[in-house]
T-cell receptor, first 112, second 112 residues
Framework: QQPVQSPQAVILREGEDAVINCSSS?????VHWYRQKHGEAPVFLMI?????EQKGHEKISASFNEKKQQSSLYLTASQLSYSGTYFC?????????????FGKGTKLSVIP | KAGVTQTPRYLIKTRGQQVTLSCSPI?????VSWYQQTPGQGLQFLFE???????NKGNFPGRFSGRQFSNSRSEMNVSTLELGDSALYLC???????????FGPGTRLTVT
């Protein structure tokens, strides 16, 4: 079952902050965040693993609440380059291999 | 290093035909995953191959199949095309564990 992302869309002015949420109805083993700009391929941002390990870019921060089966991506001091659609992908199998279920995405627009 | 490449980039086929798409992963990556992306359903996982073996499979009909060669290059095949198969098909490669995936530019398939 697809994770639910919120909000579906958000408009920010440069310098403002945003939080994107990802919620799953099943137990989560890892959460993967990607950003896709229009007409381009998705680009990796971060992986959050059960137990607290994180892999990703230093300038991106995120949280993973295993009990609530939720993850949040924090975008601070937004820049124009942050614009795009953000997807969370969830691993509900814990098999240690790839079978991600992606949410429908959150469209972020940063304006001057 | 060279990124993930996909061929062809664009394809127009007629209902009932079959199609083969190709993906060359980043050198050293042994895992290749395939995704279908549509405006309505978003990014949906098709299957993942690792060392020539299908490790995971998404919820798609048997008309969708794939394979991986010893050099990690992968192909996916769709037989008896339907209008609903029109989509952007993305492949992504990784080393094989729970790590970041690198996406290719995709193949835009249009079925008429």
């Amino acid at each position: 079952q697809q994770p639910v992302q919120s909000p579906q869309a958000v408009i920010l002015r440069e310098g403002e902050d945003a939080v994107i949420n990802c919620s799953s109805s099943k137990a989560l083993y890892s959460v993967h965040w990607y950003r896709q700009k229009h007409g381009e391929a998705p680009v990796f941002l971060m992986i959050l693993l059960k137990g607290g390990e994180q892999k990703g870019h230093e300038k991106i921060s995120a949280s993973f609440n295993e009990k609530k089966q939720q993850s949040s991506l924090y975008l601070t001091a937004s820049q124009l380059s942050y614009s795009g659609t953000y997807f969370c992908g969830t691993d509900n199998s814990g098999a240690g291999s790839y079978q991600l279920t992606f949410g429908k995405g959150t469209k972020l627009s940063v304006i001057p | 290093k060279a990124g993930v490449t996909q061929t062809p980039r664009y394809l127009i086929k007629t209902r009932g035909q079959q199609v083969t798409l190709s993906c060359s992963p980043i050198s050293g990556h042994r895992s290749v995953s395939w995704y279908q992306q549509t405006p309505g359903q978003g990014l949906q996982f098709l299957f993942e191959y690792f060392s020539e073996t299908q490790r995971n499979k998404g919820n798609f009909p048997g008309r969708f199949s794939g394979r991986q060669f010893s050099n990690s290059r992968s192909e996916m095949n769709v037989s008896t095309l339907e209008l609903g198969d029109s989509a952007l098909y993305l492949c992504a490669s990784s080393f094989g564990g729970v790590d970041e995936q690198y996406f290719g530019p995709g193949t835009r398939l249009t079925v008429t």
